[in-house]
């Protein structure tokens, strides 16, 4: 049994160093570049292969270079990655990333294989023998539509983490309450709660779970994270980190947190590993990059004994 399926976006980011975000019809010099394999639920089961999970992923690439690197990392880090998709004469989803230098960033994605996925090409049973399905947004309608069946069918079979990010923030409670009304563990940060509930995180938070799900983590940038569920609310503070690159920091904190809630801690030694995990890839550029290996985690001072 695989620990944890990912399904979302594959990308592959193109990561541009530079002085500063350009406003329109500016010009901004370009430090430097890099590019990797992205995507928000592909960097959390790669985090999560890094720490030791069993993992494995459901997306979509191109017949193309970027889609071999993408495929070629996660093998290497050992997720399975049997049921991603190959498609023909499309090529694969891009993200163009520029990073300025206190580490903020302006994305661009260009979806390419992503938008081939069909509800015909999902491998079911290879979601429902898993223990965590964790799913990540998509630009497109199609696949909007298809998360949401499949967040339906699975019902209570596995445990559903889901990370809305700001593209299906944006969509509102309405479109969005199918999926969380089934999700147990919910992860935002502040601006997307409160853009999603138009409340507070706090009161956010607390509509949510009225809502029907049974964790749900705000990330709170230099303040850590919050954490609320039917047991109460945990403020869980985190160390101070120089930002390099903040890509990715959302997916790292997942990484740390599922990787806390698979060993059965607490949802706050859960909220301490995400913080940790979330300020180790932070300190370079590209979201996989800095990610820690389990005896790394473990060795920190504050991972919890």
Do not use: W
């Not at 049994?1 to 594959?10: H, Q, R, S, Y």
């Not at 901004?28 to 069993?54: C, F, H, M, Q, R």
């Amino acid at each position: 049994m695989v620990d944890v399926v990912g399904f979302g976006a594959l990308n592959f980011d193109r990561l541009f160093k530079v002085e500063e975000i350009a406003e329109r019809g500016t010009e901004v010099n370009v430090i430097d570049e890099i590019g990797a394999p992205g995507g928000s639920a592909a960097n959390t089961i790669y985090g999560l292969a890094k720490l030791g999970i069993e993992t494995g992923f459901i997306g979509a690439i191109g017949d193309d270079l970027e889609g071999e690197e993408i495929i070629a990392e996660f093998v290497e880090i050992g997720v399975d990655a049997s049921r991603v998709m190959l498609f023909d004469e499309v090529r694969t989803g891009i993200v163009i990333g520029f990073v300025d230098d206190v580490g903020e960033r302006a994305l661009y994605v260009s979806p390419g294989a992503n938008n081939e996925i069909s509800v015909s090409n999902i491998d079911m049973e290879f979601l429902e023998s898993s223990k965590i399905v964790h799913m990540s947004s998509f630009v497109g309608d199609k696949q909007f539509v298809i998360q949401k069946e499949i967040c339906k069918s699975l019902g209570d079979k596995v445990i559903i983490s889901l990370c809305p990010g700001a593209l299906y923030a944006r969509r509102g409670m309405e479109q969005l309450r199918s999926m969380l009304e089934v999700s147990d563990i919910v992860f935002l940060n502040e601006a997307e709660i409160e853009g999603l509930t138009g409340k507070s995180h706090i009161g956010g938070a607390m509509e949510l779970l009225e809502l029907g799900c049974k964790i749900v983590v705000v990330t709170l940038r230099e303040e850590g994270c919050f954490i609320m569920d039917k047991d109460g609310a945990h403020e869980v503070p985190t160390q101070a980190a120089k930002a390099v690159d903040t890509t990715g920091a959302g997916d790292s904190f997942a990484t740390g947190f599922l990787y806390g809630f698979l060993k059965n801690l607490t949802p706050h030694q859960c909220g301490m590993i995400g913080n940790r995990v979330s300020a180790k890839c932070i300190q370079a550029v590209g979201a996989r990059a800095c990610l820690p290996t389990e005896d790394e985690l473990q060795s920190a001072d504050d991972f919890p004994k």
